[in-house]
């Protein structure tokens, strides 16, 4: 059974993107290939707004962000941790052998920067990992704010996951001197899942150029060599890359500007839904995301339930928590290609199911 997904990825993938996915392959050490990387570098370059290398990644964005940690890290890494996925980076970090530190906030609070200008204060950290936007929790926190303090330890190499937000509103690298920024395909670019990103600085680079261990799938410097020639250290996922180049003519068509506000538009659609019916954010508002709303189960909904119906009568699914806060929360992704009238139908479909399920939540 096909349905449509509103879960914070992978997301909806349109028709267009899966067409341009089928276009026939070359090889990947052809001239063919190094013309399709010289389409969308420039543009993906600049939904990076850096002047950076972008290296494409056959792998999921947990490839590039675990090569990250082997190419940075020497002393030891600062790990911000306020989710699950930023608490699994903790765990990778000690995973690679490396020195890691744990700054920790509660599950829906922000990386606060002045507990980050603490810690790093103690100059044990050569390298910090921050999650931009905490997809388990819908919790943004402010990259602008943490990358002030980070410009006090030029030391320091930042890498900043921003899978769940790049594309949905601006991440600008360069000006904000993030070192490595890392996203994924499946989320707001609204590409299957198998292609990731990682833009890396000069000073990353020249720190990888004294790390051992790095590896060879994810080494930066097997990356920048063949970047340097349009192309890929490994062979590459060139179907995805078809759907990226797809996906660059539909987002620059639109207007990046138009694009992130229709994000906007979307996000504030749900979450007046959500107000509308009681339920509350789980974030405070204004650290919430803007790419998905994560609701507290404050009115017990059977979440179980009400997704079964959901996706029963209507093809439609949304997510119902994850990890510890599973059934205590649910989340609506409103990212990719989603605009206010499909946003509008799926809530209209959700309002015919859910007093059903209200006070009907299993206890624990």
């Known amino acids: 059974m096909s349905y449509k997904l509103f879960i914070p990825g992978p997301v909806e993938?349109?028709?267009?993107?899966?067409?341009?996915?089928?276009?026939?392959?070359?090889?990947?050490?052809?001239?063919d290939f190094v013309k399709l990387v010289e389409e969308v570098m420039p543009r993906?370059?600049?939904?990076?707004?850096?002047?950076?290398p972008v290296f494409l990644s056959t792998s999921s964005s947990w490839g590039?962000?675990?090569?990250?940690?082997?190419?940075?890290?020497?002393?030891?890494?600062?790990?911000?941790?306020?989710?699950?996925?930023?608490?699994?980076?903790?765990?990778?970090?000690?995973?690679?052998?490396?020195?890691?530190?744990?700054?920790?906030?509660?599950?829906g609070k922000p990386v606060d920067p002045e507990a980050l200008e603490k810690e790093l204060s103690t100059n044990k950290y050569d390298a910090v990992t921050i999650i931009h936007n905490e997809t388990s929790t819908g919790t943004m926190s402010d990259i602008s704010a943490l990358s002030e303090v980070l410009k006090k330890f030029p030391d320091v190499v930042s890498i900043v996951d921003t899978v769940s937000s790049f594309s949905a509103l601006p991440i600008k690298k360069d000006e904000l001197g993030i070192d490595v920024m890392v996203?994924?395909?499946?989320?707001?670019?609204?590409?299957?899942?198998?292609?990731?990103?990682?833009s890396v600085s000069d000073k990353a680079m020249k720190r990888a150029e004294t790390v051992e261990g790095r590896g060879y799938y994810f080494d930066f410097l097997e990356f920048k060599k063949f970047y340097d020639k349009n192309q890929t250290p490994s062979t590459p996922i060139i179907s995805l890359i078809y759907a990226l180049r797809s996906k660059l003519d539909d987002i620059f068509e639109e207007g990046v500007e138009n694009r992130y506000?229709?994000?906007?538009?979307?996000n504030?659609?749900?979450?007046?839904?959500?107000?509308?019916?009681?339920?509350?954010?789980f974030p405070e508002e204004k650290y919430g995301s803007v790419s998905l709303n994560?609701?507290?189960?404050?009115?017990?909904?059977?979440?179980?339930?009400?997704?079964?119906?959901?996706?029963?009568?209507?093809?439609?699914?949304?997510?119902?928590?994850?990890?510890?806060?599973?059934?205590?929360?649910?989340?609506?992704?409103?990212?990719?290609?989603?605009?206010?009238?499909?946003m509008k139908e799926l809530l209209d479909n959700i309002d015919q199911i859910l007093p059903a399920y209200i006070g009907k939540a299993k206890q624990a």
């Open 13 to 31: 993938v349109s028709e267009k993107t899966y067409k341009a996915m089928t276009t026939p392959i070359f090889g990947h050490r052809s001239k």
């Open 44 to 52: 993906l370059k600049q939904l990076f707004y850096t002047n950076d």
């Open 64 to 107: 590039v962000m675990e090569g990250a940690i082997r190419n940075v890290v020497k002393k030891g890494v600062l790990n911000c941790c306020n989710g699950a996925f930023s608490d699994k980076w903790f765990d990778v970090s000690k995973r690679c052998g490396k020195e890691a530190g744990a700054l920790v906030a509660e599950w």
């Open 183 to 198: 996203t994924g395909c499946q989320k707001a670019l609204a590409i299957p899942p198998g292609l990731s990103f990682c």
């Open 261 to 266: 506000a229709r994000h906007l538009e979307n």
């Open 268 to 281: 504030r659609i749900v979450r007046q839904w959500g107000y509308a019916h009681g339920f509350e954010l």
């Open 294 to 342: 994560c609701f507290k189960n404050n009115l017990d909904v059977d979440l179980p339930g009400l997704l079964d119906e959901l996706k029963k009568r209507f093809a439609m699914v949304f997510n119902g928590g994850y990890g510890k806060i599973k059934g205590k929360t649910f989340r609506i992704s409103n990212m990719g290609d989603e605009t206010p009238e499909t």
